[in-house]
């Protein structure tokens, strides 16, 4: 879910110590300061799809640890995929990503292809125990294995 920046500024990773935009700058080779729009298109050009797994939740602050279990709301993933087949794999930025959709998504996805999972490292702030460039390595690796 994305953060207060990023929900006041109606716009993914908008946190200025977010490294998600540096990190997708560097591995697709555009100018991560681009604006907003022409930074989404480049991932459109990359063949990369941005999706939340919750659609909504109540959560003081920013910290996923803070967000109320009972206030999940998933997105459409498994429709998403019957629309688009060509999905082949679901990178998660950050651990709370991925077990939100082993919990509360995977059970809907029969019929819906076998996409691979991935866990990489948070890009988040808040994630501090990996530097950029232990980052930027592991998202390099896993947008180059496509």
Not at 14 to 38: C, S
Not at 95 to 122: D, K, M, N, W, Y
């Amino acid at each position: 879910m994305p953060g207060q920046a990023s929900l006041t500024a109606e716009a993914y990773y908008a946190h200025p110590q977010n490294r998600f935009w540096p990190i997708m700058g560097a591995v697709l080779g555009f100018d991560a300061t681009l604006p907003y729009a022409l930074r989404c298109a480049a991932l459109t050009r990359a063949g990369i799809a941005l999706w939340d797994v919750l659609s909504e939740c109540v959560r003081p602050g920013s910290l996923d640890a803070a967000i109320e279990a009972g206030s999940m709301r998933t997105n459409d993933i498994a429709g998403l995929l019957r629309a688009h087949p060509g999905i082949t794999r679901i990178l998660f930025n950050g651990t709370a990503a991925e077990s939100i959709f082993r919990r509360h998504v995977a059970s809907t996805l029969q019929g819906c292809g076998s996409p691979g999972l991935q866990r990489l490292p948070s890009t988040s702030p808040a994630h501090a125990s990996l530097g950029y460039a232990e980052k930027l390595a592991r998202w390099r690796e896993a947008l180059e294995r496509a």
